[in-house]
């Protein structure tokens, strides 16, 4: 099996060593870097994986993944450049970064793969989207996708697409935490206890996420089931649409794709 370094070990270059290692991959196999030296021991003794400096990642494996912040990437390809050899594949994780922005600053031709994922990860539920770049081909992207697949679903866009992507589901288990956090606290107003609104809640979104995903209705025909003449759900819809919820969460997400069109020039 390839090798695979995880260059930056915060939550979500952890969450893809977890996953790749639940998944089967051998700790041998997955090589970590890690900035401070506590973290690093973490890493040791939680999966049992080798963490080296940045030079002997990049030596060493197959398949490289790039896990900084967006606005640490730089100054890792500066360390990472130097030492890559030209038949390595590089992998993406952070929010904004163009590909072109890594080729730029590493060896001629080195294949890159920007990938959106997002924190179910953790859970093996993540939605993962990548984009080849100039020098990526098939053989890069299904090397990808098996790196992602354990850990979730994938799916192949153009990289135009990308900021949407991050705004739409990089950032959407926030906007349904966000929700569920409403709801609750709803619950809570309505005269339930806190933890009975919580596992309502939390049952019924899991219920409705199942629903969408396996009967493959569009969510209008399933609401509209809910949704009885004169009743609870269509007087709850109407105050939803007087409060310009739909309104909002169109503008939320125009402003999370607009930050990353930020993000990718470095602001």
Same mark, same amino acid.
């Given at each position: 099996?390839?090798? @695979?370094? +995880? %260059?930056?070990?915060?939550?979500?270059? =952890?969450?893809?060593?977890?996953?790749? /290692?639940?998944?089967?991959?051998? *700790?041998?196999?997955? /090589?970590?870097?890690?900035?401070?030296?506590?973290?690093? =021991?973490?890493?040791?003794?939680?999966?049992? @994986?080798?963490?080296?400096?940045?030079?002997?990642?990049?030596?060493? &494996?197959?398949?490289?993944?790039?896990? @900084?912040? *967006?606005?640490?990437?730089?100054?890792?390809?500066?360390?990472?450049? #130097?030492?890559? #050899?030209?038949d390595r594949l590089v992998v993406s994780v952070a929010a904004g970064i163009p590909t072109q922005f890594i080729e730029r600053r590493l060896v001629q031709d080195v294949p890159v793969v920007r990938v959106m994922s997002n924190t179910p990860v953790l859970v093996d539920e993540a939605m993962s989207a990548m984009s080849a770049g100039a020098h990526a081909g098939e053989e890069h992207l299904r090397r990808t996708e098996e790196i992602f697949a354990p850990v979730g679903k994938t799916i192949r866009v153009p990289e135009s697409q990308q900021d949407a992507v991050t705004a739409l589901s990089g950032?959407? *288990?926030?906007?349904?935490?966000? %929700?569920?956090?409403?709801?609750?606290? &709803?619950?809570?107003?309505?005269?339930? *206890?806190? &933890? @009975?609104?919580?596992? %309502?809640? +939390?049952?019924?979104a899991i219920g409705a996420a199942v629903m969408l995903r396996d009967t493959g209705e569009h969510p209008v025909t399933l609401r509209e089931a809910v949704t009885s003449p004169a009743g609870t759900t269509i007087n709850a819809i109407r105050e939803l649409e007087n409060h310009g919820v739909r309104a909002a969460m169109l503008a939320a997400l125009e402003a999370a794709r607009d930050r990353g069109r930020e993000l990718a020039g470095g602001e």
């Amino acid at each position: 099996m390839e090798r @695979v370094a +995880v %260059l930056g070990t915060g939550k979500m270059g =952890e969450a893809l060593l977890s996953g790749m /290692l639940r998944a089967g991959r051998r *700790p041998a196999d997955v /090589l970590v870097t890690a900035r401070r030296t506590d973290r690093a =021991e973490l890493l040791r003794e939680r999966y049992g @994986v080798q963490v080296v400096a940045t030079e002997e990642a990049a030596k060493a &494996a197959d398949t490289v993944i790039l896990a @900084v912040k *967006p606005q640490d990437m730089a100054a890792l390809l500066d360390e990472l450049g #130097p030492h890559l #050899p030209a038949d390595r594949l590089v992998v993406s994780v952070a929010a904004g970064i163009p590909t072109q922005f890594i080729e730029r600053r590493l060896v001629q031709d080195v294949p890159v793969v920007r990938v959106m994922s997002n924190t179910p990860v953790l859970v093996d539920e993540a939605m993962s989207a990548m984009s080849a770049g100039a020098h990526a081909g098939e053989e890069h992207l299904r090397r990808t996708e098996e790196i992602f697949a354990p850990v979730g679903k994938t799916i192949r866009v153009p990289e135009s697409q990308q900021d949407a992507v991050t705004a739409l589901s990089g950032s959407g *288990p926030a906007y349904f935490f966000f %929700l569920v956090e409403a709801m609750i606290d &709803a619950g809570i107003l309505l005269g339930l *206890p806190r &933890a @009975v609104a919580h596992d %309502l809640i +939390v049952q019924t979104a899991i219920g409705a996420a199942v629903m969408l995903r396996d009967t493959g209705e569009h969510p209008v025909t399933l609401r509209e089931a809910v949704t009885s003449p004169a009743g609870t759900t269509i007087n709850a819809i109407r105050e939803l649409e007087n409060h310009g919820v739909r309104a909002a969460m169109l503008a939320a997400l125009e402003a999370a794709r607009d930050r990353g069109r930020e993000l990718a020039g470095g602001e």
